[in-house]
């Protein structure tokens, strides 16, 4: 099923069609890794896989293939690939050597290493495996890729294979059917490709206004976030316990109006997500009919480098609830 037979993709037909190829072939990638123990730690202390570093050289290595002006600013770094004698080098080359037959480890470093870029004026922002705690531990999590140009994000794609947006709850990770791919096109809405399925079902956002009401939606992990500050805003809100998620699935989640409001406080004053944490999730959550802003109200900037240094946290919502929310984090402070 081609994407433009469900809706436009306008002037992003090649990139549309390229980006739902690369992420389809991502996702067997990860789900033939699931579960596969961290291979190492960054400084940082988080985990890297097999499936984050062989996701990024097959998609880093597509996009070159099909857009060689663009540049990708990827997540990973190819410094954990030591050589040919290391277990983890073989398992890498031979993840991706399944979607690309000619792929070296020297090649693979080299697509890898592609990722390494600054943000240009048109770049691909790409997380191969976000939330890979969650990957690891049987939870959501997300391949997350998005094209930006001039600063705005143009397209968004999000491959979720364990999200079942009919699941009652719908955190849980599904099996049958196995998860699925969300995209969203500036101007031209947002989609989701249950996997089976033959067909594109657009993504709205809630109509909840109610604030006490809301269901809303954080970070499994509480280390990502400030708890104390998150506490105080639900109070305020009246909202009842979140739902917890990792990944931009939660992104997902809000786009199909499951849930109504996604908060990110940032863990410390000097933390700041990377773009590839925001870029595709926030145009899948506008493009629903949804708001995103930074905790102070301001517009994602998407042109101040790798990360998001000029913005403070996180606020998706259906819209409806952006205000309430936005004074709440106000009166929070
Ligand atoms: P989430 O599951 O929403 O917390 O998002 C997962 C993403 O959080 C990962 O892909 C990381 O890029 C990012 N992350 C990693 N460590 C931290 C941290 N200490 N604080 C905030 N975000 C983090
Ligand atoms: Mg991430």
Not at 189 to 214: C, I, M
Not at 218 to 237: I, K, N, T
């Amino acid at each position: 099923m081609k994407a433009q037979d469900s809706f436009r993709l306008d002037g992003l037909v090649a990139e549309g069609e390229g980006a739902l190829g690369a992420m389809r072939d991502a996702m067997v990638v990860a789900r033939a890794l699931e579960g596969r123990v961290a291979a190492s730690a960054k400084p940082d202390t988080s985990p890297v896989t097999i499936a984050d570093l062989a996701i990024q050289a097959l998609i880093a290595k597509r996009l070159r293939d099909g857009f060689p002006d663009d540049s990708v600013v990827a997540e990973e770094d190819a410094s954990f690939l030591r050589g040919s004698d290391d277990a983890l080098s073989r398992e890498v080359v031979e993840a991706v050597r399944r979607h690309v037959p000619d792929a070296t480890l020297e090649r693979v470093v080299d697509w890898i290493g592609w990722g390494s870029s600054g943000p240009g004026s048109r770049f691909w922002a790409l997380d191969p495996v976000d939330g890979t705690k969650g990957f690891l531990a049987g939870r959501q999590y997300a391949i997350a890729l998005a094209l930006i140009v001039d600063g705005v994000v143009r397209l968004g794609v999000i491959g979720c294979p364990r999200l079942g947006l009919n699941s009652r709850d719908v955190a849980q990770p599904v099996e049958t059917p196995p998860g699925g791919i969300a995209i969203a096109v500036r101007g031209r809405g947002a989609w989701w490709n249950a996997e089976g399925e033959d067909v594109w079902r657009r993504l709205e956002v809630s109509t909840r206004h109610d604030a006490s009401t809301a269901r809303v939606v954080q970070s499994f992990e509480p280390r990502h976030g400030d708890s104390e500050r998150s506490a105080r805003v639900l109070q305020l809100l009246g909202s009842a316990t979140p739902l917890l998620m990792d990944s931009q699935a939660k992104h997902v989640t809000v786009a199909a109006g499951v849930n109504d409001l996604l908060m990110r406080f940032p863990p410390d004053t000097n933390f700041h997500d990377s773009i590839w944490d925001q870029a595709a999730g926030s145009l899948l959550v506008e493009e629903a009919g949804g708001r995103v802003t930074d905790l102070a109200g301001d517009p994602l900037d998407f042109t101040a480098g790798r990360r998001l240094l000029r913005n403070e946290g996180m606020l998706a919502s259906n819209g409806r609830l952006h205000e309430a929310a936005l004074d709440a984090v106000q009166r929070a402070n």
